[in-house]
């Protein structure tokens, strides 16, 4: 059996995005700049795209801002606030131990040039609250930047709250929505968002394309020197194959988003009630505001790779960390930011989960990854050592 559960990192296109995209690969191959007939219709797809893509995140069409993913929108987004805030003195910076390296490495840049950062700590509830935000918040703070749910525990952060006190105090406002765009309810207005990263190939639409959404009267500055393209945001000829298949797959994404929603969690909480009877395991993330489709343990007494090689043996593709780090040694800096030693943060399994997984996948996983744990442990001279006493258990 075949069970892929790594949707975090990326997910299977659906049936609907990639229809909305062949008619740009074949006869509709104009530049949207171009001023004859299959440049206009290219152009007009581009734009019709724009407005649906708006319409699912309440905004208007000129706020969106087309990039080539969510790690792009993320430095756009940062880069831009960071310069405004240093025209203006400001050059404080608030963020969350736990963002994506698109954010963190983007920051680490940034305060190589002379900017501070606040770092949020994430241990309790592996989540923050609007008061930690509310307290960092300095009259030199520029920017905000809290992801909109976590992307290896899955945690949800309170975006309404945070946005309502930033946009009190006067600091933009930015969230790496990447992993809640088409799987929670996002409306930029309501939650007091001034920027937003999403990026396509998180719910069921094409890899290389992303938005980033830019509230009117913030300014944002381009990355990118070019040809005019996206108001003079973002240079270089659109995506247009991967901006439809982009607002396909939203569209498809937001207007299921309540029977997904259902039928994900329930298929979630089966499988963290099951994995919870292994012993010496510990759920990682926040237990009440958590992603649908998210699973993320720790194992006390195993190596997450050797766990995740033996799965694929089994059929199941799942993720030990972040996509991004594995391969290296360290172990993620999300579970170190929550709390977890070294040792034990090794030992974690994300299962990431989307409306494509069935129940009998789920009894899959239930049957292997307990078989896979007590394996390994049975070679492991720390689980023996843990077993005679010789070193203390932590879960
Ligand atoms: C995947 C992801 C990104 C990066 O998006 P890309 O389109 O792959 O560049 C950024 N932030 C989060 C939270 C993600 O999950």
Redesign the pocket.
């Known amino acids: 059996m075949k069970v892929y559960a790594d949707n ?1 990192a990326t997910t299977q296109m659906s049936k609907t995005a990639i229809n909305a995209m062949l008619p740009y690969f074949d006869n509709i191959y104009g530049n949207p700049s171009s001023l004859y007939t299959i440049g206009q219709e290219a152009k007009e797809a581009l734009e019709n795209a724009r407005n649906r893509i708006a319409a699912c995140l309440g905004c208007t069409p000129r706020e969106i801002t087309f990039t080539s ?3 792009e929108a ?1 430095n756009q987004a940062i880069r831009s606030a960071a310069l405004n805030g240093a025209k203006k003195g400001k050059k404080h910076i608030i963020t969350t131990a736990f963002e ?1 390296h ?1 954010v963190l490495h983007t920051l680490k840049r940034l305060e190589g040039e002379g900017f501070e950062v606040t770092y949020l700590d994430v241990r309790h509830n592996h989540n923050i609250t609007a008061q930690q935000v509310k307290d960092a918040i300095r009259p030199d703070t520029c920017l905000v930047t809290t ?1 909109y749910a976590n ?1 290896e525990i899955g945690s949800i952060l309170p975006i309404p709250e945070i946005g309502e006190i930033c946009r009190e105090a006067g600091v933009v406002f930015h969230t ?1 929505a ?2 809640a765009a088409g799987h929670l309810p996002i409306n930029v207005v309501d939650q007091h968002i001034d920027m937003l990263s999403l ?1 396509a ?2 719910f069921h639409g094409p890899k290389g394309v ?1 938005v980033l959404y830019c509230r009117k009267g913030i300014p944002l500055t381009s990355l990118i020197d070019g040809g005019a393209q996206e108001r003079g945001k973002r240079a270089g000829t659109e995506n247009v194959a991967g901006i439809c298949g982009m607002a396909a797959a939203l569209e498809e994404a937001c207007a299921n988003m309540e029977e997904n929603t259902k039928k994900v969690t329930a298929l979630r909480d089966k499988l963290i009630a099951g994995l919870s009877q292994i012993p010496h395991s510990a759920l990682n993330g926040d237990p009440v505001h958590r992603l649908p489709g998210n699973v993320s343990f720790c194992f006390e007494g195993i190596e997450g790779e050797s766990l995740l090689l033996l799965l694929d043996q089994k059929g199941i593709s799942a993720s030990s960390g972040s996509a991004c780090t594995s391969g290296s040694l360290d172990p993620s800096h999300v579970l170190l930011a929550i709390g977890r030693v070294h040792d034990v943060a090794h030992g974690s399994l994300r299962l990431s989960l989307s409306e494509y997984n069935t129940e009998e996948e789920i009894n899959h996983i239930l049957k292997s990854v307990p078989e896979v744990v007590s394996y390994l442990r049975g070679m492991s001279p720390v689980w023996r050592d843990l077993q005679t006493g010789k070193r203390q258990y932590i879960l």
Do not use: I, L
């Open positions: 975090a993913g969510g790690s993320d994506h698109a992801m992307n790496d990447v992993q990026s190939h998180k992303g």
